[in-house]
């Protein structure tokens, strides 16, 4: 069975970092594409960066302080959150497509993908 499993949450002040984690299992090659989507308290689900072995998405709420990368042998994906901010509080779900890259068009669309984490909690606080 496909599986996500996410690491790396937690408290962090406005401003700081958090690197989170996601490992991939139950595949005989890496998924075509990986990313994050998050959900803060009260708010609906929103996609925040995905990666392909060709390209990486962001939204525009994170562009510029978020960077998504992976490591292809170990079937992980990272996503470095720098300058965070409180907004950026939510609980962070890791997501996979095992068929068919990421797409300009559809990587912020959450029915596209096929495997979803858990989810990791980030608190940022002011």
């Known amino acids: 069975q496909v599986q996500v499993v996410e690491s790396g949450g937690g408290p962090v002040q406005a401003g700081g970092s958090r690197r989170l984690s996601c490992t991939a299992s139950?595949?005989?090659?890496?998924?075509?594409?990986m990313g994050w989507f998050r959900q803060a308290a009260g708010k609906e689900r929103e996609a925040v960066a995905s990666?392909?072995?060709?390209?990486?998405y962001y939204t525009q709420p994170v562009k510029g302080r978020f960077t998504v990368s992976r490591d292809a042998t170990a079937n992980t994906v990272y996503l470095q959150m720098n300058n965070l901010k409180p907004e950026d509080t939510a609980m962070y779900y890791c997501v996979a497509r095992t068929s068919g890259y990421c797409y300009s068009n559809d990587y912020y669309v959450a029915d596209k993908y096929n495997v979803w984490g858990r989810g990791t909690q980030v608190d940022v606080s002011s």
């Open positions: 990666i392909d072995a060709f390209s990486t």
């Open positions: 139950g595949l005989r090659y890496p998924p075509d594409c």
